[in-house]
């Protein structure tokens, strides 16, 4: 999944959502990459694809397609 600007969306971004929310990229179920503090294994039956954030406000969210208010905040390197 990519930003509006098409880099790439990758975990442990910080990113801007829709209403003024951020969040953090746990997981990007289209490449299969995790934080090591995700349980990949009981999501991956469920979300098979796009990314899933922990937001501040509203908690997880999965995002299955690319939201265009979706704005890199701070790229994080785990």
Not at 13 to 36: A, N, Q
Not at 45 to 73: Q, R, W
């Given at each position: 999944?990519?930003?509006p600007?098409?880099?790439?969306?990758?975990?442990?971004d910080?990113?801007?959502?829709?209403?003024?929310?951020?969040?953090?990229?746990?997981?990007?179920?289209?490449?299969?990459?995790?934080?090591?503090?995700?349980?990949?294994?009981?999501w991956?039956?469920?979300?098979?694809?796009?990314?899933?954030?922990?937001?501040?406000?509203?908690?997880?969210?999965?995002?299955?397609?690319?939201?265009?208010?979706?704005?890199?905040?701070?790229?994080?390197?785990?």
């Amino acid at each position: 999944m990519n930003y509006p600007d098409g880099n790439e969306i990758k975990v442990a971004d910080i990113l801007s959502l829709e209403g003024g929310m951020t969040g953090i990229v746990l997981c990007s179920f289209d490449s299969k990459d995790y934080l090591p503090e995700f349980n990949y294994e009981s999501w991956i039956d469920i979300c098979k694809t796009g990314i899933m954030v922990d937001s501040d406000v509203a908690g997880l969210i999965h995002y299955s397609e690319p939201n265009p208010e979706f704005e890199l905040l701070e790229r994080k390197m785990f």
